[in-house]
């Protein structure tokens, strides 16, 4: 049964990598109604940034994994001010298309600064061996992932749930007015969110980079993953991209190892079938269908 | 060799409005040799790799007098990898840049598009890297050439390889396109006729290109009792494979590894030490592979000019311009018939020896490159390759029956 | 007399598209053929986007079947040209109901991730079902024969299939108008302005957008029924969901509000991108910015501002 313990711990450490990412997307969907196609370039661009503070300035992994998401952040802050704040008030699909104009200036973007060859990040020094576990070698390293999403999911729960600014986002993203005739400034709200998301999106690049090649599609390759993982999970619920993710972590480590003739259709399929028989996704919240 | 060109576009949408001809050329004007690569994207490494060769071999032979004392100017067009996107390109560069001939092509899809749109174009072509054999096959034409090994070339000799080794049974893990399922089917072929005891799997796998987690199918393959591998995974896909696999003890099982896109330089400089000694690696041009003058010189220069040793399709990009060169001077004109009619059955001088363009299907008789991963190279940074294997191009290449081409 | 000038101006397009030919080289008429397969693919687009409001990501499958299911006829009934666009437009119909019969029930974003999500499944299964559609290589390989209804036509000509393509386009452009000019095309317009008041009058709002979303389809197998053979080739790119984005870039480049908007996105989008990649490589990067800024400022796209610049002016 060595072959299915793998296949679990395989599948957790793609989901909980995948949760990291797509939780992002789905906080700003769900507070700020925003599909941000862009997140992926993000994703991308926290990877990037890890590159060069790793291999090209010499920082070590903890360093990057640091700095690289703040510096994220605030381009996310930047882009926010200038560019989205013109369209929070119109509907869902200007959003959509004015993220994807900001992932092709994001793409290609990285592509004129870093190339576009392949680039390698080392895990650090601690994690870089493997260990027997589940009766197959695991990579520390992916275990370390298994951690790091752990310990953001228990962070961004304690943060929703016990903490004054968790509040005032779930209040923002009931009802915009209530909360600004509350007294809450909810522009700094807004943004507030938007680079959080980002910042989270940064956080799996940086995670990701020493386990996957770097080149300048990587950040294409996520976006619609983190698309079928919020979808799936129900789109801004903050437990639903948790549930997701594993569903789609599943998908990859068992469809690939038991169903490989058509690992290219099952994520669409399941994310059809969700869509078609619980449109709010596994664990939505209550959005008009 | 990309610049502005407002002032082009203006004087060829005038000459187009007004005399309905655009890109008349003069008897001194340069050369336009069109070059369609993937330039944006992902997968954009492939195309600037040509243009560093392509560059090279431009500044070369106008250093030294141009062709038919003419200058040599590159144009280069970005195929995006799409097909569609490529054929307008196509068409952009012979009627509106006056391009008297082309170069290009990564993908083999593109390639599958393109060539059967050059007869209308009347220019003729010449493929540096897309390796899907139908274009020098059922989909043949008299102004398409490729100067680069195609899959059945490179499965030939590896079926060679393979049939060295003791192992007996063989599965494949390679991209879920057409060149991951065409490189199992050539190479099971080609071994059976050498070795007809092997078992060939039926057990294959194909994670979908640009998979990321390759882990599931390096499962299935260390656990399918398979002792030997066709892995026809490239790119950055096999940089993750490989990294992947090291941490799932792959490389310690006890398996023949044959990876048919394996020594492609930037992929052994990604990886540097994290690829394994002792596994079989293939290119289709390696650089020190070849003792001789042309080769010893395009390596120093290419080297000298960007710090890195070439890629193989940096020097079939190369190659292919001095086959521009030699054809058009043969000829006497640029004029896109001639120079295709010129290019079939010449042999020229290559980096990677004498290549010859075969009469029938226009396929360069060329050899992969098959080697042993060693120690790593002292400045390059790179694993080198030993027990190097290069194959007579007549042997290793589909007779012209089997390729169905009829010229 | 705006009016006046507006048909004027209309009636000199029309004539210069018909000249074409005999005044512009090779190369502008291959670039026409392609704003006007490209423009009929985005207004099909613009029925439901547009005029519907509804946000399709998975409209690619339908202009993608109409590629495939005219390659395969030309590959293997080599029947008249004609007739292979009737298959195009019947498969890509079938596709659409399919589709359009789960996905409408479902309202904005999930619409939105659903059209997506069947798209790339279309896509998938082409990539994979090599050997009906040879995977990732596409169908190749295939010649036009006659063009059907006993007319002589040499469609191998690029200039004559200019032409052909010219009449196709504008007969359907012309009937895509009339269904907008109908009272179903007002039904479709108060349905986006307000579907709540729709259904209270009587009218079952799925069942329209179901139609909407089956005309629109059906355009969109006509558009890649002809675009196959202007490329040579049907391959599963124009399947994947980042040629689902064309449309909707075309639409909001020209103008989601006018009929003639997405023709006129579809025009500056092809040029823009022949010119720019003329001398950068970052021709995403341009479109990006463009397309940023047109969401942003110009919403009513280049037609609409343009229109109402000058009927500001002209006053």
Known sequence: ?289 | MKKPSIKKLLVAMTAATTLGTAGTSYAEDPIRIGGLYILSGSAATYGEFAQKGIDLAVKEINASGGILGRQVEMIYEDSQGKASVAIQAARKLVYSEGADALVGLDSSGVAQGMVPTMPELQKPLIITHAATPDVTGKLCNPFTYRISVNVAQNMKAAAKVAAETDATNWTTIGPDYAFGHQSWEFFGNYLKDIKPDVNLMSETNFPRFGAEDFTPFIDRVMNSGADGVLISVWGGDLVNFIRQANTRGFFEKDMELMFTVGAATEVLSALGEEMPEGVHLSTRYWYEAYNNDINDRFVKAYIDAYGNPPSYNAEGAYAAIYAYKQAMEAAGTTDGPAVAKALSGMSMEAPNGTVTFRKGDNQAMVSPNWGVSGPMHPEHGIRTLTNLQIFDGEEVARTIEETGCKL | MKTKILMGLMAVVIAGLIAVPWIASYFYIFILTEILILGLFAASFNLIFGYTGMLSFGHAAFFGIGSYATALVLIHLEWPFLACLLVSMGASALLALVIGFLSVRLNEVYFAMLTLAFGMMVFAIAYQWRSVTNGSDGLAGFTLGSFGLGLDLTLGNPAVYYHVVLAIVAIAAVVLYLICRSSFGMILRAIRQNPERVSFAGLNVRTYRLVAFVIAGTFAGLAGGLIAPFLRVASPELLHWSMSAEPVLMAILGGTGYFLGPFVGSAVFVLLETWITSFTESWMLVLGIILAMMVIFFRKGLLGTALDWWLEVKK
């Open chain 1, 1 to 289: 049964m060595s072959g299915i313990g793998a296949a679990l711990l395989n599948s957790l450490d793609i989901g909980l990598l995948l949760f990291i990412i797509a939780v992002g997307l789905n906080i700003v969907f769900g507070v700020l109604n925003i599909i941000n196609f862009a997140h992926g370039a993000l994703y991308m661009l926290g990877a990037y940034l890890a590159f060069t503070l790793i291999n090209l300035v010499g920082m070590p992994f903890w360093a990057a994994l640091l700095l690289a998401p703040i510096g994220v952040a605030i381009l996310a802050v930047i882009i926010d001010r200038v560019l989205l704040r013109f369209i929070y008030s119109r509907d869902v699909a200007d959003s959509l298309l004015l993220t994807f104009a900001i992932l092709l200036i994001i793409n290609e973007s990285i592509r004129t600064i870093w190339g576009s060859g392949i680039q390698v990040v080392q895990p650090p020094q601690l994690l870089s061996g493997s260990v027997q576990l589940l009766g197959s070698s695991v990579s520390t390293y992916s275990l370390f992932v298994i951690v790091i999403g752990l310990l953001l999911l228990a962070g961004l729960w304690y943060l929703f749930n016990r903490t004054r600014v968790g509040r005032i986002m779930r209040a923002a993203a009931l009802d915009r007015d209530m909360a600004e005739a509350l007294c809450i400034n909810t522009r700094m709200v807004v943004t507030g969110v938007f680079a959080f998301g980002a910042w989270l999106a940064a956080v799996g690049g940086v995670v990701a980079a020493p386990m996957r090649a770097l080149d300048p599609g990587m950040g294409d390759k996520i976006i619609i993953e983190s698309f079928i993982v919020v979808v799936i999970g129900g789109l801004g619920s903050f437990p639903g991209a948790l549930l997701g993710a594993i569903v789609l972590g599943l998908i990859h480590g068992f469809g690939g190892r038991y169903l490989p003739e058509v690992n290219l259709l099952l994520p669409f399929l399941g994310m059809a079938l969700v869509l078609l028989f619980k449109p709010n996704g596994i664990l939505g919240k209550g959005a008009t269908a």
